[in-house]
């Protein structure tokens, strides 16, 4: 079975900064990995994937995540912020066997400040 | 395309009444999945689907029930309300194979509070 685990609950930062969501995860199989994002009283859309291949991997909104095999990670980065990347935003991993089972971790609530 | 729709948005029920979530889908993807997302808890998989006729259990399956009789509709079943289910539901699709594939596509989400 797999596991997800966000390190940080909440990420406060201000407008124009650099931030990392980090991501670590946890499986005795080949897995895909993604980042979903949840706006307040929304459901998730999906910001990005990785199935196979570069290991860089560019989403939606500028966006990046960078899948490291060996400290089984995939953190999320964005060079600059803004006021409406403020959500909540969600790792979650599935075994390349049964895409069906999305495991997600507990998620990072991001905050944006002026 | 309405994509994927839940009803009903918002429901309060007693504890040991019965009622049903429906989802439904207009992508036409055979996989479709439910969640219920707690406070500090992510998203946990309650039950899925891959297609028409054929279900399985996810996380958390105890005290829900599902079936899959179209590919559009999944809907599911809480048979005897408890406090614990107490939680926001949502309902996602995706299709295999193809450009997309693995991309979950979530419902707007059922607020469910049991007293």
């Known amino acids: 079975a797999q596991s997800v685990t966000q390190l940080d609950s909440q990420v406060p930062v201000f407008e124009e900064a650099p931030v990392e969501l980090r991501c670590n995860y946890s499986?005795?199989?080949?897995?895909?990995l993604f980042w979903y994002v949840q706006y307040p009283n929304q459901g998730l859309q999906l910001l990005l994937k990785?199935?196979?291949?570069?290991?860089l991997v560019k989403g939606i909104n500028g966006f990046e995540a960078e899948f490291n095999k060996s400290q089984t990670s995939f953190h999320l980065r964005k060079p600059s912020v803004h006021i409406s990347d403020t959500a909540e935003y969600f790792c979650?991993?599935?075994?390349?066997?049964?895409?069906?089972?999305?495991?997600f971790g507990e998620g990072t609530q991001l905050t944006v400040n002026p | 395309n309405a994509g994927v729709t839940q009803t009903p948005k918002f429901q309060v029920l007693k504890t040991g009444q019965s009622m049903t979530l429906q989802c439904a889908q207009d992508?036409?993807?055979?996989?479709m999945s439910w969640y219920r997302q707690d406070p500090g808890m992510g998203l946990r998989l309650i039950h899925y689907s891959v297609g028409a006729g054929i279900t399985d259990q996810g996380e958390v399956p105890n005290g829900y029930n599902v079936s899959r009789s179209t590919t559009e509709d999944f809907p599911l079943r809480l048979l005897s309300a408890a406090p614990s289910q107490t939680s926001v539901y949502f309902c996602a699709t995706y299709k295999f194979p193809g450009v997309r594939a693995y991309e979950q596509y979530f419902g707007p989400g059922t607020r469910l509070t049991v007293t």
């Open positions: 990785y199935l196979s291949g570069s290991t």
């Open positions: 979650a991993v599935s075994e390349e066997t049964s895409g069906s089972r999305l495991t």
């Open positions: 499986s005795s199989v080949s897995v895909y």
């Open positions: 992508m036409n993807h055979e996989y």
